[in-house]
């Protein structure tokens, strides 16, 4: 039996790297005969996982992690006809069935069928099916045809793969929250949050012609390689409000288009930023977008948050200025991004040099073994996005 080897869990502040099973061709008790297996050429820490690893959710100890992932084919179930051993493909993190109601409407974030407990569902992710996460050697990937995006020439695949591995949740997270924010030719815009879906995002907006991208943020590393590639950013420590800090860059203190990239962990700002607030990031969107523009909120907001501030945050409950929002009449939009709505388009423009994405947010490959030390680096707030390679074929 060939070995597996995964980033698992363990409690608060903790992951550790465990031998775990081979994937087989099953799911439970009955084949799966739709699936493939993956040899996993790339998977990257995201920031969700940051929230699990944290002790910010119900995530049960032992949990393999890691939504991302980028492989190769090495076996293929009896009912897969399009996708062919050998083949290099993107795996987008949402599951989805192809056969729902949801999937045929291409809203792929809330697939009716792979979690009995909700709609939508992910690799290695709390409350999201129990799904085996990808942050390890190979892994199990099931309705193969529908959800598997196939690179078309291997070689030249191999050769972007830092850019390509962010085509399976950062990129087409961040351009959701941009296209959901309304952003198009000539917009200014405000992200909040520079990690890597925030940076994502920035680059998505310059991708679709924003005229100016502010990135907000209170790291300074972050903060510097935002303007790295061309954005404006606000620094939310300073007791100037963003919207003075809007008014410095634009001339006015608003922008046509806000993204929220933080979630749910969001500190205060000013003399509260060391202070968690989880509210804050959306109600100063409120206040900087223009009148009858629109939300895009791809941070990741969550039911239950055991580690919350206070007890209403610990059952997803925080203190919107939904009226602020309904009298400025806002549009928001939330939820996971349906990776396959973007991830072909957003391919080609990898491929075809219009967006250079691990430039944008820093992509630093890490061995397997490397990952304990890329969470703890990453929780700190290092500017980088860390993507690990299990069997050494990037540095190849």
């Known amino acids: 039996m060939a070995s597996n080897r995964g980033v698992a869990y363990m409690g608060p502040g903790v992951v550790e790297i465990h031998s775990i099973d081979f994937p087989k061709l099953a799911l439970g008790n009955r084949k799966c005969e739709h699936g493939v297996i993956l040899k996993i050429v790339s998977t990257n820490i995201c920031g969700s996982d940051q929230h699990m690893v944290r002790g910010r959710t119900t995530a049960p100890k032992g949990l393999i992690l890691g939504h991302e992932i980028t492989g190769e084919v090495i076996e293929a179930g009896r009912d897969v006809e399009f996708i062919k051993v050998g083949d290099l493909v993107s795996v987008p993190f949402n599951i989805a069935c192809g056969r729902c109601r949801n999937c045929k409407e291409r809203a792929t974030g809330i697939c009716l069928n792979v ?204 203190s919107i200025r939904i009226g602020l929002g309904w009298a400025r009449s806002l549009v928001f939009t939330t939820g996971q991004c349906p990776v396959m709505k973007y991830n072909r388009q957003l391919m080609m423009a990898i491929l075809h040099d219009k967006i250079k994405i691990a430039k944008a947010v820093n992509v630093t490959v890490v061995t397997l073994d490397q990952s304990v030390q890329g969470y703890k680096d990453f929780d700190k707030g290092a500017a980088k996005k860390f993507v690990l390679d299990p069997h050494g074929m990037i540095a190849a």
């Open 115 to 318: 979690n009995p407990a909700r709609p939508g569902a992910a690799y290695g992710y709390v409350d999201m099916g129990g799904w085996v996460g990808g942050q390890a050697e190979y892994v199990l990937v099931p309705y193969a045809d529908f959800n598997l995006l196939k690179f078309p020439d291997k070689a030249q695949a191999m050769e972007k793969i830092r850019d390509l591995t962010c085509l399976s949740d950062i990129l087409p997270t961040g351009y959701h929250g941009a296209v959901s924010a309304g952003v198009g030719p000539g917009a200014t815009v405000y992200v909040a949050g520079a990690g890597p879906v925030g940076l994502a995002c920035a680059a998505a907006c310059q991708l679709l012609g924003a005229a100016v991208v502010i990135v907000g943020d209170l790291i300074p590393e972050r903060l510097a390689q935002a303007r790295s590639f061309g954005c404006e950013t606000v620094d939310v420590s300073k007791d100037a409000s963003v919207g003075d800090q809007i008014q410095q860059i634009l001339k006015v203190p608003e922008v046509d288009c806000a993204v929220d990239c933080v979630g749910f962990e969001a500190r205060g700002h000013g003399h509260s930023a060391q202070k968690e607030m989880p509210a804050t990031v959306l109600n100063s969107l409120m206040e900087v977008c223009r009148a009858g523009g629109a939300l895009g909120i791809p941070g990741l907001y969550v039911t239950d948050d055991p580690g919350a501030a206070d007890a209403s945050a610990k059952t997803g409950n925080l």
